[in-house]
């Protein structure tokens, strides 16, 4: 249903689509046992859906959720991003059972009634990335792609070469 009620706001809006990783959730589980991690995952979509205004919110299943905030700019979503892990990073601190969790995330801006399948498969990789790149973070896939063109196109005196 979440995913249903973000694909209608994306034929309505340009935006932006992140996908959201609860890091830990594992160690929060075996360590503090279950309820704790049920705590954490709440704590994660209560946060989503308070930084977050006017978003489309659904969790996915496990540690992930997904979000379409309509009708914000690159610039904008960075702001809601620092006040989404300023606020966890608070909220999750409070016990010590959730303490561990931090959150990873990969977003994609996109443009009205374009396809929702290349798009959540983007944030995804840019999710991806975040993974791999130490976690509690969070990455644009637009910036993948800059960094991907670049590496490209840039030798490494920093001489332009064409893209074989």
């Given amino acids: 249903k979440g ?25 929060i589980n075996d360590v503090y046992g279950h309820k704790a991690g049920d705590y954490a ?14 978003a489309v919110v659904c969790r996915l299943g496990g540690d992930e959720f997904l979000f379409y905030l309509p009708e914000v700019s690159e610039v904008e979503m960075n702001t809601q991003m620092r006040k989404l892990f300023d606020s966890f990073e608070a909220a999750k601190n409070a016990t010590t ?3 561990p969790a931090s959150l990873s995330c990969g977003l994609c801006m996109c443009r009205q009634g374009e396809s929702f399948e290349e798009y959540y498969i983007r944030a995804d990789k840019a999710l991806y990335y975040v993974k791999q790149n130490g976690k509690n973070n969070y990455r644009f896939y637009e910036e993948l792609e800059e ?18």
């Avoid at 935006?15 to 990783?21: S, T």
């Avoid at 989503?48 to 006017?54: A, D, F, G, Q």
Wanted: charged share 30%; with cysteine; glycine share 6%.
């Fill in 3 to 27: 995913e249903t009620l973000i694909i209608e706001k994306m034929q309505e809006h340009d935006g932006c689509l992140g996908f959201v990783d609860m890091d830990n959730l594992k160690k």
């Fill in 147 to 164: 960094q991907q063109l670049t590496k490209r196109s840039v030798n490494n005196e920093g001489i332009l070469i064409k893209d074989s």
């Fill in 41 to 54: 995952l709440r704590l994660v979509g209560a946060m989503l859906t308070k930084c977050m205004e006017n």
């Fill in 97 to 99: 059972e959730t303490s």
